[in-house]
């Protein structure tokens, strides 16, 4: 299929994102019992992006017994799209997630609560992690 997936007419200013759905609905079987069949969802996010704009991230922590809350603020225009995110207080890895993490649309927030053990209110932690905007590497203090 070929058109534009934007309606807007004017030029952007910031970024706009989409989210595309697919679905994948297969015909009936031929005969009754040939077949199991089922229908597929794709839910794809799409972005439009003004040129020169920038994420701008900044990390907060807290920890209420064994959850571990962890949250991006994102100041910029651009989304973050997060992947392979590493946390660790000094030689100890505290949080390891494969693969795609989640995003934090630009002027937005998002956080992730991770079940962890001996982070307390005050440990020193080392983020790192992918992101489309270039890779994040930063320190939090737990609160």
């Known amino acids: 299929a070929s058109g534009s997936v934007r309606h807007a007419k004017g030029p952007l200013g ?6 595309l759905i697919i ?3 297969p015909p009936p079987p031929d005969k009754p019992g040939d077949a199991v069949t089922f229908a597929v ?7 439009f992006q003004a ?17 571990l809350d962890i949250a ?5 225009d ?4 997060l992947s392979a ?20 649309l630009g002027h937005q927030s998002m956080h992730w ?13 080392t983020l790192k992690a992918a992101g489309n905007d270039g890779s994040v590497d930063t320190t939090i203090i737990v609160k």
């Open 14 to 19: 910031c970024e706009e994102s989409y989210r």
């Open 23 to 25: 679905d994948d609905i």
């Open 41 to 47: 969802r794709h839910a794809l996010p799409v972005f």
């Open 51 to 67: 040129p020169g704009i920038k994420s701008a991230l900044t990390w907060t922590a807290n920890v209420k017994g064994d959850d």
């Open 72 to 76: 991006a603020n994102n100041a910029g």
């Open 78 to 81: 651009l989304h973050a799209r």
């Open 85 to 104: 995110l590493v946390v660790s207080s000094g030689a100890k890895l505290v949080v390891t997630q494969n693969g795609l993490v989640g995003y934090v």
């Open 113 to 125: 609560t991770y079940k962890v053990n001996g982070v307390h209110v005050g440990t020193t932690l």
